[in-house]
């Protein structure tokens, strides 16, 4: 058998979870295939359904699909022999005459992606911003003269373009007004550096403020923050697990969840994305088995799963793993980066959306670089788990302290959103983002685009496939004064290229009707293929 628990970790040890004070266990049972909660306050309570959309391309779209890629790839040799033969100016990194006995620096072909497709569509990615990233932002504009290898600013800007690809999804990521006034207040005392660690003399007033009511937001019975979200994953998971540890992790996760799972040596499994059935099985193959050769039990069978999943818009079925890590003795850590604030009646996250009890995760993680307009990230739970990361964690131990005047505007974003400031306006902005969220797919749907991930998910990708279309898709909409973010290959499978609209309650519903009327006429519907073109409106290749 593996580690009872369900609980937190406390020097190295996994706790069992409390029973309730009625004397039942605590947590969800099965029915009929329906996951229901136990009675809450003397009555039952059922979780929301979980309704998402992930339509399958038609036959001749993934035929174009597949024709663009191999004729790039065709291309893509002819120039590379182009090159070898001095025909063709080679801008690509290559390996010096005098170190060719030496072993490779540059794989050449490893490159060849980059270097003959990825480049013919590179002006599409990190335009440079020149604003607050609110609903609209502005756009430094730039040119290549060689193919997309380089860039120069022509020295104008492109104002007020309408942003649908910030996480900004309750409109705090903007520009300074009166309400930042104690952000201002605590630059001018504190500074904006710390200059050590939290272990060292990185600890101020405002890290452990921020910690308390990170907690009382979560409703849990500590917290710990950090400088960076992406640390937050990487550095902390290998904390918790190690050597001897079976890590169970969705196919899907982010990167962050992938490179601390590596780190910590523990052994990893990959389920398929959401699927249940996927995860029972290596729970169950897990308790019976053991470790692989010795067949002893596992220290610790840890699940690793996220809130919203930034690619694919889909919410994680919390209720069905909550219930099988109960069933099987496992632990549960969930990364709320994208969920914490944007989603739950009072935008409490994932664990809100379904009404759970935050003690049936073990490890809440999140970020404040979304919904809060800030930067750094959090741990939550128990005490005696954030006990244990105050003095194991990397990032506790070597990673610089956060900012405080981040961590000030953490604070005003958190009390604006729990209405701490007196006010309902967080409260509303929450259900704003809710309506937009739901008002936009709506309108993509009826548009007859192909959309992926949850209706109540506020990151809603749009699927264009054809690589072509990635890159006509984004300048078409910035020729219009509208952002995107367009996603391909290798961040996707390589057929299933898409654009990603982030929605944010700062938009209005005349900025939400026109991203899909321009977008119809780019024809994505159809899917017809087209022809790459760089940014020099010449063919390429």
């Known amino acids: ?170 409109g705090l990521a903007a520009s300074y007004d009166e309400s930042m006034r104690t952000v201002k207040d605590v630059l001018e005392d504190y500074g904006l550096g710390v200059a050590s660690t939290r272990h060292e003399m990185g600890t101020l007033d405002k890290h452990e403020e921020l910690e308390n009511l990170v907690a009382k937001f979560l409703n849990v019975e500590a917290a710990m923050v950090f400088g960076m979200g992406f640390a937050t994953n990487s550095m902390n998971i290998p904390a918790l697990v190690g050597k001897g540890c079976l890590i169970l992790s969705d196919e899907l996760n982010h990167a962050s969840l992938v490179l601390g799972a590596r780190l910590s040596g523990a052994t990893i499994r990959i389920f398929k994305h959401n699927n249940m059935q996927s995860l029972e099985k290596l729970l169950r193959d897990a308790v019976i088995y053991g470790q692989p050769r010795i067949r002893r039990a596992w220290k610790k069978i840890l699940i690793l799963v996220e809130g919203i999943y930034s690619m694919e818009g889909s919410i994680v079925d919390l209720p069905q793993i909550v219930a099988l890590k109960k069933k099987y003795k496992a632990y549960l850590y969930i990364d709320e980066a994208h969920s914490i604030g944007s989603v739950g009646p009072t935008g409490r996250g994932v664990v809100e959306f379904f009404g759970l009890d935050p003690r049936d995760v073990d490890v809440l993680m999140g970020t404040f670089t979304k919904s809060f307009g800030a930067a750094g990230g959090y741990i939550a739970g128990r005490k005696d788990l954030v006990d244990y990361l105050r003095v194991h964690s990397h990032s506790a131990v070597y990673a610089t302290s956060m900012s405080p005047p981040v961590a000030e505007q953490i604070i005003r974003s958190m009390k604006f959103i729990m209405g701490l400031d007196g006010t309902t306006q967080g409260l509303q902005r929450v259900r704003q983002l809710a309506k937009n969220t739901r008002y936009f797919r709506q309108r993509l749907n009826e548009m007859g685009f192909i959309i992926y991930g949850n209706e109540e998910s506020p990151v809603i990708p749009l699927l264009l496939y054809m690589p072509a279309k990635v890159a006509a898709f984004a300048r078409h909409l910035l020729n219009r004064k509208i952002g995107v973010v367009v996603v391909g290959f290798p961040a996707t499978p390589l057929a299933e290229a898409r654009a990603r609209f982030c929605v944010s309650a700062a938009h209005t519903r005349e900025m939400l009707d026109t991203v899909p009327s321009l977008s119809t006429k780019l024809d994505i519907k159809n899917n017809l293929p087209m022809i790459i073109y760089s940014n020099n409106s010449s063919p390429i290749g």
């Open 1 to 170: 058998m593996a580690n009872p628990g369900g609980g937190a970790i406390c020097n190295g040890n996994l706790h069992k979870h409390e029973k309730q004070s009625d004397g039942s266990p605590s947590g969800n049972c099965v029915k009929n295939g329906i996951v229901k909660e136990a009675q809450q306050n003397g009555r039952p309570h059922f979780y929301k359904p979980i309704v998402e959309s992930f339509e399958e391309a038609p036959l001749h779209v993934m035929v174009f699909t597949y024709l663009g890629y191999g004729l790039g790839t065709l291309f893509g040799y002819l120039r590379d022999f182009l090159r070898s033969c001095g025909l063709e100016k080679c801008n690509a990194a290559i390996e010096r005459e005098e170190q060719k006995d030496f072993v490779p620096l540059y794989q050449n072909f490893e490159n060849f992606y980059t270097r003959n497709l990825y480049m013919r569509i590179r002006d599409n990615w990190n335009r440079p911003i020149c604003s607050a990233p609110g609903s609209r932002f502005d756009v430094m504009e730039r040119v290549s003269d060689d193919y997309n290898w380089t860039f120069r600013f022509t020295g104008r800007i492109i104002k007020d373009v309408i942003n649908m690809g910030s996480y900004n999804f309750l």
